[in-house]
């Protein structure tokens, strides 16, 4: 049975006379914001965009089955059939219905938030808890103010706990993330340089991120940057920092493979994280560190890890023939970046090392520094070729002059030609940009390149 009626979707959108909503016992089978969707019996909400209006699809969505509506009161399409809600903004609506079905459900929910690592340091918590516990956590990176409600929505009564992420491209709108999902566990994986668009500066981003903390039981933060737990001690009741050293939850020991991969030694078990870097190391302390609040021991969270699927494109590593593939192309920003070079650093000169940068989005007038601050740190790797796309070749010309490394393009589609003759057949080639740049284009090329019987 469905949870909903127009009685609690009425609760929920705060009319509490029902004088100005169509109220009664009528099941709702669930809610949806995808016309393309819709099935029978569900409340359809209609959400405006910058390139779609949900209202457009209102009468859509009724004939292939909605019962009711949430419109904005400005909607003025013709007089449907089924009972409809008008409200001032259907996005805050959307918000209000997932805020009042978590509060019914009850149960703890962790919220992560952060520069980098949110998707990952997600599904780390998530696999460490699930071996315990039934858990539901967002799908992919639905982290912004309709994937968060979504994600609430989706939360299936018989879930012991959820793991939300949130994410941010404006000022406030971790705060407004927060106070839909109520968290009682709140973890910021790291502050850097990411949509100075909106957020303008680090101070900028560490005030937005801090705002996870507000009236939050736990705060759990990175031991490797100190600020982020001084900005959560007023505002969290209990602060516990995590990492590799010099925190609250840390590791017995711990080592890096040549591979990529990490083993931590903690108190109780040994994991070997399936992901590799030195950062992801971090991200599995902070893991650790929350489900240890939780109850689950060390044992079953390293197990819980230890059989977690892999992330695609992110840290994606790929052997094809004797070339290995680090496709890491999903999403990336300067904090991103520099743990992608991290990584193929310290990989070792037994091997041709090829990084591939592609441009870096959403960083505002800090963009021309953060590039050149990544085209030094690559040059300085000791990486055998240096391939730039888009601002990366912009910059790696003005900061490596002559270097005969550099391969800089305009276009992903002028790349392969330009660094195939660079590459040797044991080369391990890193892929790094954000997502826009669709630098994953290159991959076909590489595997039939590395492996042309396949």
């Not at 994606?316 to 904090?335: F, H, K, M, Q, R």
């Amino acid at each position: 049975m469905s949870f909903w009626n127009l009685d609690r979707v009425a609760a929920a959108l705060g009319d509490s006379d029902g004088s100005s909503a169509p109220r009664d016992a009528s099941d709702v089978t669930g809610i949806t914001t995808d016309s393309r969707a819709v099935s029978k019996g569900q409340l359809f909400v209609a959400l405006a965009g910058d390139k779609f209006d949900g209202h457009d699809y209102v009468s859509a969505a009724v004939s292939q089955g909605a019962s009711a509506v949430v419109v904005s009161q400005s909607f003025s399409g013709h007089v449907l059939n089924v009972p409809t809600f008008r409200v001032p903004d259907t996005l805050v609506a959307l918000g209000q219905l997932a805020s009042f079905w978590r509060a019914v459900w009850g149960k703890p929910i962790v919220m992560v938030a952060g520069s980098n690592g949110k998707t990952t340091t997600k599904d780390l918590i998530r696999a460490a808890l699930s071996s315990e516990l039934k858990v539901h956590g967002t799908t992919g990176n639905l982290n912004n103010r309709i994937g968060v409600p979504l994600t609430l929505l989706g939360i299936p009564p018989e879930a012991e706990i959820a793991v939300v992420e949130a994410g941010t491209n404006i000022p406030g709108e971790v705060a407004i993330l927060r106070a839909i999902i109520d968290p009682d566990i709140s973890v910021v994986t790291s502050v850097g340089e990411e949509h100075l668009e909106g957020l303008g500066d680090l101070a900028g981003v560490l005030r937005e991120e801090s705002d996870a903390f507000d009236g939050v039981r736990v705060a759990i933060t990175p031991s490797a940057q100190p600020e982020i737990a001084e900005a959560a001690k007023d505002r969290a009741r209990e602060v516990i920092t995590a990492g590799l050293d010099d925190a609250d939850v840390t590791p017995a020991s711990w080592s890096m493979g040549a591979d990529g991969r990490g083993t931590l030694q903690l108190d109780s078990a040994t994991l070997t994280l399936p992901l590799r870097g030195l950062h992801n190391l971090r991200n599995a302390m902070i893991a650790i560190a929350v489900a240890r609040v939780c109850g689950v021991s060390d044992k079953n969270s390293a197990t819980g890890i230890e059989a977690m699927p892999l992330p695609r494109m992110r840290v994606a590593w790929e052997e094809i023939g004797e070339v290995t593939l680090i496709n890491d192309a999903y999403n990336s920003n300067p904090g991103s970046a520099r743990a992608a070079i991290d990584l193929i650093r310290g990989i070792g000169n037994e091997r041709q090392r090829v990084i591939v940068l592609g441009t870096m989005r959403e960083l505002g007038e800090a963009s021309v520094h953060c590039h050149d601050d990544i085209s030094r740190l690559a040059l300085d790797s000791g990486a055998d070729v240096i391939a730039g796309v888009g601002d990366f070749a912009t910059s790696l010309r003005r900061i490596g002059g002559n270097d005969t490394r550099i391969v800089a393009v305009e276009t992903v589609a002028e790349l392969w030609p330009a660094l195939a003759p660079r590459i040797q057949p044991n080369a391990v080639i890193l892929l790094k940009a954000s997502r826009g740049v669709k630098l994953e284009e290159l991959v076909p090329h590489i595997k039939t390149w590395a492996n042309p019987l396949c």
